[in-house]
């Protein structure tokens, strides 16, 4: 009786398909990164076109017109 021989199955992962998968996880764990890359140009031309209105000083009158900044506090 002869041995029956079982057809060897050799499989090999690609590396290229190992770093996108790897590309995937991290993409899809942690997004923040990659959205504000996304979104980089748009806030630059919107700053640029529509630039944020600076704020105002806050300015503290008393009698006889003694004008002076308000302190601010930092913590």
Known sequence: M???LMPQHHTTVSPLS????V???VL???PAPFVSIFWRPYHALAH?????PR???RVVCTSPDICVAAPTMSW
Not at 18 to 21: G, I, K, N, R
Not at 48 to 52: E, I, L, Q, V
Request: charged share 5%.
């Open 55 to 57: 704020p105002r000083t």
């Open 23 to 25: 590309c995937v996880f």
């Open 28 to 30: 899809a764990l942690f």
């Open 48 to 52: 640029y076109f529509a630039p944020a």
């Open 2 to 4: 002869t041995p029956v």
């Open 18 to 21: 190992t770093f996108l998968l």
